[in-house]
């Protein structure tokens, strides 16, 4: 195995694969490094000496500046390093993409739920959705009616006896003797069987927007849910309204009609229209159950690899996750494309420090000026509330060797692979063209992941190098990493594991072909461990203010 690697022959630091002693030596090219300290597997090592106030450079581009002089053989850390990158400019378009071969997979296809829109579903899912945080109990209420009958009850992950626990503190034992116990685990497989056979999930949302912040947060919010109910992964929706709040029906109904939604069954109930919560409760489980009958007449049937939406996202990413698992996912996204898929890449301030390259691979001037546009809003947004890009990298990124927000952004960007950039879309647009497209969304894992389905994903695959329980409601959520030994210390999260590629030097083309069949499983119906624990997370990005 090698120790260290430089990923772009400009760079002027190098990733240390293993972890390295003070002391030992390095080869670098022609020239050996004597090591001034000790350097964790991970983080980046100098190969030439750094004056206060140069540059560092990884992936080729600017990531950072020297805030003191760092000699040839250091660590770059927060005590010697600062955020920095390029400036950007639009300019006219030249890119000429090489695609990758694809003429063994053109044949593959995958079983799914075909849509009257020409749309191709992964998952067949009925959805139940509030229009305001007011109806969240009642949302929750229609679950604990449905779920258990219907057979859509999760079985619990093994869960710690709290029966030993009552027993326990009845017999006398202290708060000391219940802290030492070794508690068995126990699991609640008593569920009756899926009902309605052709139908994967009853997804209940809740959410706590709809009211009380600006109008155009509730348009938003609207945006969104129809981009769930729009989504090829759902067969229609119940809807639940309190009346007075800033997100009407009406508001939905009109985002319904611009995403193009007219097919699907959809059901409204409003609690202020009816005589008492009962009777508003009883409507939706009545509606969510007739509407269940409709969605089970589909069944899955083969599509071609092109109806596959693939939303690239990333969290809890570590030094490895830049040079393993987002470069393989990426590959994979190139794939798809290729076989006239799309794919959507998010999370804009991970994007930081990159624009220059991702407007360059723009199909035109006007998609690169709105990308640019975009960023350069949400840049000023940020720092207008006293914060800003650099400030992104958490402390889990920082501890793993990701110093700067521009080298976790050029990292986070080869999700994207090399395929030209067909749209930008704003949050909560729509994904309608093969190729790949930027969405703007925040670095938030949830909000991200969030917006993804909402603008048409799928499938989405979620590197990671520290681990992450995540899903998406209506949205199969494969969770890839960047190291093995986080794929076995955390086996009941990770669906795919990308660590050959450091620990055994397994090419990026190979992985990421592997991951594209392994995604056709996951289309025609095998479970991600994120659906197998009911991980439905739904975090709508709020942009303005609370009023």
Request: charged share 20%; glycine share 10%.
């Amino acid at each position: 195995m090698k120790e260290i690697l430089q990923i772009h022959p400009t760079d002027n630091v190098v990733v240390a694969l293993v972890d390295l002693e003070g002391g030992s030596r390095i080869l670098h090219g022609e020239e050996t490094i004597v090591l001034a300290e000790s350097i964790a597997q991970k983080h980046k090592i100098t190969v030439e000496d750094v004056k206060q106030g140069g540059i560092i450079r990884m992936y080729g581009v600017v990531v950072g500046e020297a805030i003191r002089p760092i000699p040839k053989g250091h660590r770059i850390s927060l005590e010697n390093t600062s955020h920095r990158t390029d400036a950007a400019r639009v300019k006219d378009i030249f890119y000429d993409w090489k695609a990758p071969n694809v003429s063994s997979l053109q044949s593959l296809t995958f079983n799914g739920y075909h849509r009257k829109d020409g749309r191709v579903g992964t998952r067949n899912f009925w959805v139940v959705v509030p229009l305001v945080f007011c109806e969240n109990r009642n949302v929750l209420k229609v679950k604990e009616a449905l779920e258990t009958k219907l057979g859509y009850r999760k079985i619990d992950r093994e869960l710690p006896d709290v029966d030993a626990l009552v027993a326990a503190w009845r017999s006398g034992k202290s708060a000391e003797d219940v802290l030492s116990m070794d508690l068995k685990a126990i699991q609640n497989s008593n569920r009756p069987a899926r009902l309605f056979q052709n139908i994967d999930g009853i997804k209940f949302l809740t959410h706590e927007g709809g009211c009380g912040g600006t109008r155009q947060d509730a348009e938003t919010l609207c945006r969104l849910i129809a981009g769930y109910i729009a989504n090829p992964n759902v067969a229609g929706a119940t809807v639940l309204s309190l009346g007075c709040q800033n997100a009407q029906i009406e508001l939905l109904k009109q985002s319904l009609d611009r995403v193009g939604v007219s097919q699907k069954p959809i059901y409204f109930t409003e609690q202020q229209a009816v005589d008492s919560e009962y009777a508003m409760i009883a409507d939706a489980v009545k509606k969510t159950f007739a509407g269940c009958m409709l969605a089970n007449k589909q069944e899955r049937r083969p599509a071609p690899l092109s109806h596959l939406s693939l939303g690239l996202e990333c969290g809890g990413s570590d030094g490895f996750s830049g040079i393993s698992a987002n470069p393989a996912l990426g590959y994979c996204s190139d794939l798809l494309v290729a076989l006239g898929g799309k794919s959507i890449l998010s999370e804009f301030p991970e994007l930081n420090g990159v624009e220059q390259e991702l407007m360059n691979r723009c199909i035109d001037r006007s998609t690169a000026e709105k990308f640019n546009k975009l960023m350069s809003t949400y840049a000023l947004r940020a720092e207008q509330v006293g914060s800003g890009f650099s400030y992104n990298p958490s402390p889990g990124n920082i501890k793993d060797g990701l110093i700067t927000d521009a080298i976790k952004s050029a990292g986070a960007a080869r999700k994207g692979g090399t395929a030209p950039i067909a749209a930008v879309l704003d949050y909560t647009e729509q994904a309608t063209s093969s190729g790949l497209h930027l969405l703007c969304t925040p670095g938030n894992d949830v909000e991200s992941t969030t917006g993804l389905a909402g603008s048409g994903a799928n499938l989405i695959v979620f590197t990671t190098g520290l681990g992450t329980p995540t899903g998406n409601p209506v949205c199969p959520v494969v969770k890839m990493s960047s190291n093995s030994r986080l794929a076995q210390q955390q086996a009941d999260l990770i669906d795919f594991d990308a660590g050959a590629i450091i620990t055994q030097g397994t090419d990026l083309a190979s992985e990421g072909e592997r991951l594209l069949r392994f995604l056709i499983e996951i289309a025609n119906g095998k479970t991600t461990k994120a659906e197998d624990m009911g991980q439905d997370d739904f975090i709508p990005w709020k942009r303005g203010i609370s009023l």
